[in-house]
């Protein structure tokens, strides 16, 4: 799913309104995987201008775990 933005704002929207059309909940599986990656999101670094700690915004469904993780800085929004 690539798409092509003019301004990074909105990547994320776009981005999480396509996994809730797939049946995606915005919830992580359990307590456990949230507290790990919100951890983990926190030490990455944007991809796109460099800022450390992106937020932690987890999508699931039955047998699917994905996870957002937009920069509070500019807007980025990468899936890990």
């Known amino acids: 799913m690539e798409e092509a933005f003019q301004d990074w ?3 994320f929207g ?3 309104q396509w996994l809730l059309d797939q ?3 915005p919830r992580a599986p359990d307590d456990e995987a949230a ?3 919100a951890e983990l999101c926190s030490h990455f670094i944007c991809a796109e201008c460099g800022h450390w700690g992106l937020g932690y915004r987890p ?3 039955p047998g699917s775990y994905r996870v957002l993780a937009p920069c509070p800085r500019c807007g980025y929004t990468e899936e890990v």
């Open 35 to 37: 507290d790990i990656d």
């Open 14 to 16: 776009v981005r999480a």
């Open 23 to 25: 049946g995606y909940l």
């Open 9 to 11: 704002s909105d990547m």
């Open 59 to 61: 999508f699931c469904r």
